[in-house]
T-cell receptor, first 109, second 116 residues
């Protein structure tokens, strides 16, 4: 079983729509969680950290549910530039990051 | 965040040869990591590059195949030895960073390797 699992998508949404997706993690010792964004043929870039209380960064909202071991990302008012693969990441105390395989989002005009 | 560069950005190599990938950071960092991302898959950690000591390898990766150097706090190399087509992948280095939320990492642009 993979340590971090994501729905690969793709999620095809029109501009302005809201899109949300989850990932689950299997290691209950995971302490830190992140969403990274990866554009085609580019390196992953940190989108946001995920806090237990949930957090928002502009149009992006992340939630963490430790009891059920899942993390969510919601994108409001989608832009064409939001089209990318979103990687869910969990980290334990040893600084190692476990990456999900990514969820592909395509925003169409 | 740190500015990270990698050389080469891409290469096409023959089976049985070796390639050394360089990772340079514009500031001193404690931890550097090497990942592999095979086509259509997510990132897999190869090893943690420790300054002044041997790298720490993950399960399934060995020093003979992926020797790593870390001579100082801003530079590391990864060598892919005795390459086969199965080694075709993107190789990424990353460095530790802080975002106020835990153990984030920032990635270099990657090296796209094709082995014929």
């Amino acid at each position: 079983r993979k340590e971090v699992e994501q729905d690969p998508g793709p999620f095809n949404v029109p501009e302005g729509a809201t899109v949300a997706f989850n990932c689950t993690y299997s290691n209950s010792a995971s302490q830190s969680f992140f969403w990274y964004r990866q554009d085609c043929r580019k390196e992953p870039k940190l989108l946001m950290s995920v806090y237990s209380s949930g957090n928002e960064d502009g149009r992006f909202t992340a939630q963490l549910n430790r009891a059920s071991q899942y993390i969510s990302l919601l994108i409001r008012d989608s832009k064409l530039s939001d089209s990318a693969t979103y990687l869910c990441v969990a980290s334990s105390n040893d600084y190692k990051l476990s990456f999900g395989a990514g969820t592909t989002v395509t925003v169409r005009a | 965040s740190a500015v990270i560069s990698q050389k080469p950005s891409r290469d096409i190599c023959q089976r049985g040869t070796s390639l050394t990938i360089q990772c340079q950071v514009d500031s001193q960092v404690t931890m550097m990591f090497w990942y592999r991302q095979q086509p259509g898959q997510s990132l897999t950690l190869i090893a943690t590059a420790n300054q002044g000591s041997e790298a720490t390898y993950e399960s399934g990766f060995v020093i003979d195949k992926f020797p790593i150097s870390r001579p100082n706090l801003t530079f590391s190399t990864l060598t892919v030895s005795n390459m086969s087509p199965e080694d075709s992948s993107i190789y990424l280095c990353s460095v530790d960073g802080t975002s106020g939320g835990g153990d984030t990492q920032y990635f270099g642009p990657g090296t796209r390797l094709t082995v014929l």
